[in-house]
């Protein structure tokens, strides 16, 4: 290409960790290098024909923890910190985040609920508003299929505001990458268990669901969701209205509140089959539960699976 470049600027982490997502995870050291190894595969079973080890961590599967009361801000245009809510509900000290520097709108990793490894996936609204641009789509996918190979149950903490648009990722292929993140969950096998805790709108939304296998949904009271933001519906679906207003600002407000008023997550709920809205609190007990019946289900599922890692 005619390039003068070191090999250190073609592909050091720089490029390979934060850039590219082709590595995965980055240590300083070769020792702190041989632990993460040590814990990622602590997660794991031999092989895909043995149950994943379950480990006593002595964390009590019915905490019940309040911070999670208000871990929801009400104002739905301020953020919070979606490591806070993985720290209330898993078992203490066992989330072991992969690719925590790629594809940050969505973190992932591993981790123990009762001492059962685990998926767990949640929306970070610290990036992008935690919708999904194509290096989290592409991120997600893999971490999908490892944990459908090795017959990890899937915990997703949803707050999915859809795929990010825009002209950059128009040019990447968002729709073609879209088209790919869904079908991958389609595919999976899994137990799977979503927790609807805000937001879930459009096409993106949908990848929290699986229309066989085991499959629990339910939501927090901070949950809403749909095929359309109302924010984004009123200005689509009144445009004419709104641009003919003598105050078309005030207008859009108007039909804004209008509808707001009409929502309701019970109404919703009923017509997305959601099986309930939950007090956040029990999440824990509800999810050691899950656990401990998704057991015997994996345990029909041993052996290869059809979107091997």
Not at 82 to 104: Q, W
Not at 129 to 145: E, H, W
Request: proline share 7%; with cysteine.
């Amino acid at each position: 290409l005619g390039l003068d470049i070191t090999k250190e600027d073609l592909g050091d982490e720089r490029s390979q960790v934060y850039e590219a997502g082709v590595i995965d995870n980055l240590t300083d050291t070769e020792e702190e290098a041989f632990e993460m190894i040590r814990q990622f595969l602590s997660y794991l079973p031999s092989n895909v024909w043995q149950m994943p080890p379950r480990m006593e961590i002595g964390d009590d599967p019915q905490r019940r923890e309040e911070s999670l009361l208000s871990a929801i801000p009400r104002n739905k245009r301020q953020i919070y910190n979606p490591h806070k809510i993985l720290e209330a509900v898993l078992d203490n000290d066992s989330f072991f985040e992969i690719t925590p520097h790629y594809g940050r709108s969505r973190i992932v990793g591993l981790a123990r609920i009762d001492g059962y490894p685990t998926g767990v996936m949640i929306n970070n609204p610290k990036r992008l508003g935690g919708s999904m641009d194509v290096a989290a789509g592409t991120k997600v996918i893999r971490f999908l299929q490892l944990c459908d190979t090795f017959h990890l149950p899937m915990v997703y903490f949803a707050d999915e505001p859809g795929f990010f648009v825009s002209p950059e990722t128009q040019a990447q292929g968002i729709v073609r990458a879209g088209a790919k993140m869904l079908c991958a969950t389609l595919r999976t096998q899994m137990p799977w268990c979503s927790i609807l805790i805000r937001q879930l709108y459009g096409v993106a939304g949908q990848c929290h669901d699986r229309p066989s296998g085991m499959f629990k949904r339910v939501a927090w009271p901070s949950g809403h969701w749909g095929s359309m933001h109302i924010s984004g519906g009123v200005s689509a679906a009144y445009r004419r209205v709104i641009d003919e207003a003598e105050d078309p600002e005030a207008k859009r407000a108007e039909l804004e509140a209008k509808l707001d008023a009409l929502s309701s997550p019970f109404r919703t709920a009923e017509a997305f089959n959601i099986e309930d809205i939950m007090d956040p609190r029990d999440t824990r007990p509800m999810l050691a539960e899950f656990m401990e019946l998704a057991q015997p289900m994996i345990e029909t599922q041993l052996g290869p699976t059809s979107t091997p890692y």
